[in-house]
């Protein structure tokens, strides 16, 4: 099912009828003597000199058939390749040129008819099949090794599957559909294309690994037609995605109430963003020696019109998976830049880029033309990255940071210890400020281990001479320990909510307050005037 068509040739047919008239004319002149008849007219009519006619009519009409079988072969040769190229674009329209495999269109037309044909009577399998970790081929090997692996995992399928339709979706994504018996384990099946896609591939002598996310339904047990169970396998597919061992899932009905739930939000979150209804927070970032708030960072809420808060930890995977996560950011850093506007100059605006939008080339490109609008200056602004997005595509993170800095805008490395870069990672880029995550934060002063590597990181920073901020302080007791270990500055519950932008300009042109900071627990350095502005939400 899944090979070239051969073109047919009419060639054949013209041959036929040409011999059939040759020889039935041939024979009808020979019946009646022809070529007597003539020469004895020609005798009869000497004086006509018909001999020399004939003699030359014979001579044109040699002519006229050498030159006649020479056009005739020309007009063939150019049919024959109009009709190559017309069966090629056919071709190209339906299959995928690399792996050679029907491609998106013709599991469409499949689709259509399967409906009317008999294999609607019939027991089919689907499976949907993701690759895992095809981007980091792509990436680290090249686009050519990315091409290879495509072909040679279709060439495992083809052989899995070999009377059965095997069809590139596009990119990584392939389906197919199998016909099967009652009592067939698919189960069992996926997890043999599983282990065979898994098999490493030889490229250019390296060894290329990649995993895939299969889900499976059955026709018509599970699904009522053909469409029906192609929606049904790639559900499951995204659930066999979240599981972190087998990446094989069978497809069950709470599946599609699961990826209703999520197409309502996606549905919901598109309507929040074109009514401009994604709010900027701040959280208070201050400095832990002379007790003033320096900036805040910028965090995204949406609340549904039910009055339900939506935590960003759900909704911002969403817009990265929808691809809403540039229009979401943009919407809130001009809002947070013109709320910012307000505020003292020295104060600053963090601001979190997801590792998705690191991977956009136009990002630089699209801050800077929100600070112009805006009129807020680079110097003012601050971006985090956080470890995972550095990691997962170095080359555009450093794209990315030279541009920022560049312009003058710093940029802080965000939940630092929960990713995978190493030092020399830390070496290669520059960064200005470094996040402690909060989880250090949490357990360091019950935990020696974690007390080391606090002490560690700042040590790193004080070295590399640039800034610390711990996050998630939320006890007197942490800050102070924080502050004794050399910390510059910090984040957390204790030192301030995420609040509105009302809320933010009154904290900044309020009283001096009396603040935690203030307290025992948090001792100013000697000669350091007293606290201000670190207080608790309102
Ligand atoms: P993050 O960048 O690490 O932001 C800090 C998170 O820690 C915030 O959670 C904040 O409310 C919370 N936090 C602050 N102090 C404390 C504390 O003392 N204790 C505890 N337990 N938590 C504290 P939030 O607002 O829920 O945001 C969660 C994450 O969502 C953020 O983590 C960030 O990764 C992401 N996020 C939020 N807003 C945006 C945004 O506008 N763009 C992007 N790309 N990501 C965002
Ligand atoms: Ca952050
Ligand atoms: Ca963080």
Redesign the pocket.
């Known amino acids: 099912m899944n090979k070239k068509p051969r073109q047919e040739s009419a060639t054949t047919r013209d041959i036929v009828v040409l011999v059939i008239f040759f020889f039935s004319t041939f024979a009808y002149l020979t019946y009646i003597d022809a070529f007597e008849l003539i020469v004895d007219f020609v005798h009869r009519h000497e004086s006509w000199q018909l001999d020399e006619l004939l003699t030359s009519i014979a001579l044109i009409g040699f002519g006229g058939f050498v030159f006649g079988a020479r056009r005739y072969g020309e007009a063939r040769s150019e049919l024959r390749k109009r009709r190559s190229a017309e069966a090629d674009v056919s071709w190209l329209a339906h299959y995928d040129p690399l792996t050679e495999l029907p491609n998106r269109r013709r599991l469409n037309d499949f689709v259509r008819e399967f409906d009317h044909s008999v294999e609607a009577n019939g027991h089919h399998a689907v499976f949907s099949i993701d690759l895992d970790g095809f981007k980091k081929v792509n990436d680290l090997h090249g686009h050519a090794a990315g091409d290879r692996l495509l072909t040679v995992v279709s060439e495992r399928l083809v052989k899995i599957f070999p009377a059965d339709l095997v069809v590139r979706l596009g990119g990584d994504e392939f389906v197919v559909i199998a016909r099967s018996h009652r009592g067939m384990d698919v189960s069992k099946i996926a997890k043999r294309i599983a282990t065979e896609i898994r098999v490493p591939i030889d490229i250019d002598r390296i060894k290329v690994e990649v995993g895939a996310s299969i889900g499976v339904v059955t026709y018509p047990d599970q699904s009522t037609s053909m469409e029906d169970a192609l929606g049904c396998s790639d559900i499951a597919m995204y659930s066999a995605k979240k599981q972190a061992s087998t990446h094989v899932a069978l497809f069950h009905p709470d599946m599609r109430d699961e990826f209703r739930k999520k197409a309502e939000l996606e549905m919901q979150f598109r309507s929040a963003l074109s009514a401009d209804a994604i709010e900027p927070y701040y959280q208070p970032l201050v400095d832990l020696q002379s007790n003033e708030i320096y900036g805040f960072e910028v965090l995204a809420r949406w609340t549904l019109p039910s009055g339900e808060q939506v935590p960003p930890t759900d909704f911002i995977p969403l817009a990265e998976e929808f691809g809403l996560i540039s229009e979401m950011s943009e919407q809130l850093l001009r809002k947070a830049c013109r709320d910012a506007q307000r505020w003292p100059e020295h104060i600053l605006l963090s601001f979190n880029l997801s590792p998705v939008q690191i991977a956009d080339r136009l990002i630089v490109l699209r801050i800077i033309n929100i600070l112009n609008e805006t009129g807020f200056e680079p110097a003012r602004l601050e971006v985090e990255i956080t470890e995972s997005a550095m990691i997962l595509d170095p080359e555009a993170a450093q794209f990315v940071l030279d541009g920022l800095q560049t312009l003058g805008i710093r940029v802080a490395l ?2 630092f210890g929960t990713g995978y870069s190493s030092l020399s990672q830390m070496s290669k880029f520059k960064f200005n400020r470094l ?1 402690i ?1 909060k989880g250090f934060v949490h357990d360091f002063e019950n935990d020696e281990k974690q007390k080391i590597i606090v002490k560690a990181i700042i040590a790193l920073g004080v070295g590399l001479n640039v800034a610390i901020t711990a ?1 998630g302080i939320e006890e007197p007791s942490q800050l102070a320990a924080l502050k004794l270990l050399g910390c510059n500055s910090g984040q957390g519950f204790l030192l301030g909510r995420p609040m509105t932008a009302d809320h933010a300009t009154q904290l900044l042109s309020g009283p001096v307050k009396p603040s935690i900071l203030s307290t025992r627990a948090s001792e100013p350095r000697p000669g350091q005037s007293g606290a201000r502005a670190a207080v608790r939400s309102p």
């Open positions: 965000d939940d996040k995550d996050e």
